[in-house]
């Protein structure tokens, strides 16, 4: 038998010629509203990550981060964006009722789901932005489980 272990120079080999697409999509699910001494505070979002982007740590997170975090991360970028000269926007946050600022209207299921539904569309737009996807504010803000820590990284 004859062997021939010759390859042909138009062969090509597809073993490492393929690279996964980047990506990134973050998921916001789970409300919980937290109380203390009986009343209700604050309500908490679960987000979730899975990215391709290589400037993370893991290819799947999950944190929990609360309004208002969201807040300082959009006031975070937009002065990010405007420090570099840039002429881009970022998407806007869901805002607040009536009801949400003078009483319990911020903790009514309607509220929270229209709220989560905006806290989604918000992230999805800046993690896909193309200034802030590479901010290492917003990193951390997706990545960092600990809150104080991911604020103590952010001020650095």
Same mark, same amino acid.
């Given at each position: 038998?004859?062997?021939? &272990?010759?390859?042909?120079? *138009? %062969?090509?080999?597809?073993?490492?010629?393929?690279?996964?697409? +980047?990506? =990134?999509?973050?998921?916001?699910? &789970?409300? =919980?509203? *937290?109380? +203390?001494?009986?009343?209700?505070? *604050?309500?908490?979002?679960?987000?979730?990550?899975?990215?391709?982007?290589?400037?993370?740590?893991?290819? +799947?997170?999950?944190? $929990?981060?609360?309004?208002?975090?969201?807040?300082?991360? $959009?006031?975070?970028?937009? /002065?990010?964006?405007?420090?570099?000269?840039?002429?881009?926007?970022? #998407? @806007?946050?869901? !805002?607040?009722?009536?009801?949400?600022?003078? !009483?319990? !209207?911020?903790? &009514?299921? #309607?509220? =929270?789901?229209?709220?989560?539904? !905006?806290?989604?569309?918000?992230?999805?737009?800046?993690?896909? *932005?193309?200034?802030?996807?590479? +901010?290492?504010?917003?990193? /951390?803000?997706?990545?960092?489980?600990? #809150? %104080?820590?991911?604020?103590?990284?952010? @001020?650095?």
């Amino acid at each position: 038998m004859i062997k021939n &272990d010759t390859k042909s120079s *138009h %062969q090509k080999e597809f073993t490492n010629d393929y690279e996964t697409p +980047e990506y =990134i999509t973050c998921s916001v699910t &789970d409300p =919980i509203s *937290h109380e +203390e001494n009986g009343k209700k505070t *604050h309500t908490s979002y679960k987000i979730s990550t899975v990215t391709t982007f290589p400037e993370y740590k893991n290819k +799947e997170f999950s944190v $929990r981060r609360r309004y208002k975090e969201f807040v300082w991360l $959009r006031n975070h970028l937009k /002065d990010k964006l405007n420090e570099k000269g840039k002429r881009l926007t970022l #998407a @806007n946050l869901p !805002g607040n009722n009536m009801s949400s600022l003078l !009483g319990s !209207g911020r903790f &009514d299921d #309607a509220f =929270i789901e229209e709220r989560r539904v !905006g806290l989604e569309q918000f992230l999805n737009s800046v993690v896909n *932005h193309p200034f802030s996807r590479f +901010e290492k504010a917003l990193q /951390d803000f997706l990545q960092e489980q600990d #809150a %104080q820590v991911c604020w103590k990284l952010i @001020n650095v």
